[in-house]
């Protein structure tokens, strides 16, 4: 996934642990904030720092609407989405 893309995220504390979904337009500078705690934030209280999840969107507007999407969908759903593709919840950020 291209760094300069505009995507939807979700960072895990540990398998089953706390989620975080996000959106951005730099994916490896928004994940080197978050893993480097470099803005006060609720990644940084929670420790929620490894990527278990992306999605890639042409526009940011796209990207912003599903992350209204699956801001609102229930834990259960968003757990379903990170286990069809990373079931052992590995921080997939090295393989972009």
Not at 13 to 28: D, E, F, I, R
Not at 41 to 56: G, I, M, N, P, W
């Amino acid at each position: 996934m291209d760094s300069r893309q505009p995507c939807v995220y979700i960072l895990a504390s540990a398998l089953n642990g706390t989620l975080y979904v996000g959106v951005t337009s730099n994916l490896s500078q928004r994940l080197h904030d978050h893993k480097t705690n470099a803005v006060p934030s609720f990644t940084q209280k929670y420790q929620v720092h490894t990527l278990v999840y992306a999605e890639a969107y042409e526009t940011m507007e796209e990207a912003i609407l599903r992350e209204k999407q699956l801001k609102a969908g229930s834990r259960t759903k968003k757990i379903s989405l990170i286990e069809k593709d990373n079931p052992e919840w590995l921080d997939i950020f090295e393989g972009l």
